[in-house]
């Protein structure tokens, strides 16, 4: 089955202590993207990556790291959470970034609480 | 940088009627217009795409238009169902910032 597999669902961690979100989707899509969802805003992305090894700033990018090693997996680090980022994240992949045909394809998301 | 907006406020209707959503976003012109399906504690899906230069797109009981004169798109669910309860979002990508923006979304409740 086609889909985008993100862990955990759920994540509470304290302050200051370094956690990762993993992200993989198994559709050989070139184009992933990690966001954020809060009330009221909407989703804004944090960051986004074209192809492997080729990654850039969304709109909310401080805070957050990301890496691109293979083209299927593309975790969302949080060196040292603060309770402002605390929120629902959202891992996305797309065939090609603005082809037309190519929507984005979400995973079911993380819910994560920084106390 | 581009705005989206929807309707924050709930929008209840009765099993069988047609529901309508509206998206509407400032600035620059979007290339195509996507909107998104979310069901409580899961990710978005996607419905429907319709590009700058398509006027009307339909998909079963769905249809979406668009204005670019009004910088407007609606969405429409015909003969609506309990099952189409849900929040729906609007995207658009644009050439001019090479990326989507999302709406907030708009909650639909069907009522039997």
């Known amino acids: 089955e086609a889909q985008v597999t993100q862990n955990p669902r759920y994540l509470i961690t304290v302050t200051g202590k370094k956690l990762t979100v993993t992200c993989s989707q198994n559709?050989?899509?070139?184009?992933m993207s990690w966001y954020r969802q809060d009330p009221g805003l909407g989703l804004r992305q944090i960051y986004y990556s074209m192809n492997v090894e080729v990654t850039d700033k969304g709109d909310v990018p401080e805070g957050y790291k990301v890496s691109r090693k293979e083209k299927r997996n593309f975790p969302l680090i949080l060196e040292s959470p603060s309770p402002n980022q605390t929120s629902l994240y959202f891992c996305?992949?797309?065939?090609?970034?603005?082809?037309?045909?190519?929507?984005?394809?979400f995973g079911n998301g993380t819910r994560l609480t920084v106390t | 940088s581009q705005k989206i907006e929807q309707n924050s406020e709930a929008l209840n209707i009765q099993e069988g009627k047609t529901a309508t959503l509206t998206c509407n976003y400032t600035?620059?012109?979007?290339?195509?217009l996507q909107w998104y399906r979310q069901d409580p504690g899961r990710g978005p899906v996607f419905l429907l795409l319709?590009?700058?230069?398509?006027k009307e797109k339909r998909k079963e009981r769905l249809k979406v238009t668009f204005d670019t004169t009004l910088k407007q798109s609606l969405f429409h669910i015909t003969a609506s169902q309990p099952a189409d309860s849900a929040t729906y979002l609007c995207?658009?990508?644009?050439?001019?910032?090479?990326?989507?923006?999302f709406g907030s979304g708009t909650k639909l409740n069907v009522k039997p």
């Open positions: 996305a992949s797309s065939l090609k970034r603005g082809q037309n045909n190519s929507p984005l394809h």
């Open positions: 559709m050989n899509h070139e184009y």
């Open positions: 319709i590009r700058e230069n398509e």
């Open positions: 600035n620059y012109s979007p290339a195509y």
């Open positions: 995207a658009l990508w644009t050439y001019n910032f090479n990326k989507f923006y």
